[in-house]
């Protein structure tokens, strides 16, 4: 029972820190980004 709410959790987890990427990647895409380095945001925000 424990095992299973546990993977339950992680997976909404995972979900979540999904969603909330493919979010932050609409808003990087959308911002001015002059002087701003967006491919070294995303590769510390893939780590």
């Known amino acids: 029972m424990v095992l299973n709410e ?3 959790y992680i997976k909404r987890l995972q ?3 999904d ?3 493919e979010r932050l990647s609409q808003m990087l895409d ?3 980004t002059t ?3 967006v491919e ?3 590769t510390l ?3």
């Open 30 to 32: 959308s911002v001015d």
């Open 6 to 8: 546990t993977c339950t």
């Open 19 to 21: 969603e909330l990427s």
């Open 35 to 37: 002087g701003v380095d």
């Open 40 to 42: 070294l945001i995303r």
């Open 45 to 47: 925000l893939e780590q």
């Open 15 to 17: 979900k979540e820190a």
